[in-house]
């Protein structure tokens, strides 16, 4: 299984608005909405942030959304501050009931 | 809360086989949904899905390290094991344990062990 595409990295200003891409196949994204997503800031471990999609965990702000179309799906952060400034992974399901991983995107908060 | 604590040898020789427990604290690993996980990450690199494995016993794996992995069960010590053989230099990385919780539609990681460091270096 091949890991899926994310950009490594994307930036933004407080207060601003970033989209995370994450790119798979009709194997894995384009078949479920089994697609999650990760925060993981330096030294620690990942943080479940979105599941099924776009489904929040308690506790995870309302600025994290989720969305797919297709083989893509995508995680927005809606006003950025300081503090969500880590590395994001998505993982998918996989039609060999097995999970993947996307490369990984390096958020940048300016 | 759950909990989940990684335990085993921080290096190991190459050629020789990695073993680390994941010891789950504050719920039963017998739990009906939740797949126990092993994930590991290379220095300075993106998370890699190793496995995970049901109470039962069904086990599924990357198929990129199908050949060499191994992930079994204890529920009477309500932990969970992975040994990796034949390692090289390339299996170098912090391992995680995790639960994941799948469904007919969901499947995703909701909890971290805070993950190990193993090196292989002789």
């Known amino acids: 299984q091949s890991a899926l595409t994310q950009p490594p990295s994307v930036s933004g200003s407080p207060g601003q608005s970033v989209t995370i891409s994450c790119t798979g196949t009709?194997?894995?994204?384009?078949?479920?909405?089994?697609v999650s997503w990760y925060q993981q800031p330096p030294g620690t471990a990942p943080k479940l942030m979105i599941y099924?999609?776009?489904n929040r965990p308690s506790g995870v702000p309302d600025r994290f959304s989720g969305s797919k179309s297709g083989n893509t799906a995508s995680l927005t952060i809606s006003g950025l501050q300081a503090e969500d400034e880590a590395d994001y992974y998505c993982?998918?399901?996989?039609?060999?009931?097995?999970?993947?991983f996307g490369g990984g995107t390096k958020l940048t908060v300016l | 809360q759950v909990q989940l604590q990684e335990s085993g040898p921080g290096l190991v020789k190459p050629s020789q086989t990695l073993s680390l427990t994941c010891t789950v604290f504050?719920?039963?690993?017998?739990?009906?949904?939740?797949?126990w996980s092993w994930i590991r990450q290379h220095p300075g690199k993106g998370l890699e899905w190793i496995g995970y494995?049901?109470?039962?016993?069904?086990?599924y794996y990357n198929p990129s390290l199908k050949s060499r992995v191994t992930i079994s069960v204890d529920t009477s010590k309500n932990q969970f094991s992975l040994k990796l053989s034949s390692v090289t230099a390339a299996d170098t990385a912090v391992y995680y344990c995790?639960?994941?919780?799948?469904?007919?539609?969901?499947?995703?990681?909701?909890?971290w062990g805070q993950g190990t460091l193993v090196s292989v270096s002789s």
């Open positions: 504050g719920g039963s690993i017998s739990s009906g949904g939740y797949y």
């Open positions: 993982t998918s399901y996989t039609s060999s009931s097995t999970l993947v």
């Open positions: 494995i049901y109470y039962s016993g069904t086990t």
């Open positions: 099924e999609v776009s």
């Open positions: 995790a639960r994941s919780y799948c469904s007919s539609i969901s499947c995703y990681v909701e909890e």
């Open positions: 009709s194997s894995d994204v384009g078949s479920y909405n089994r």
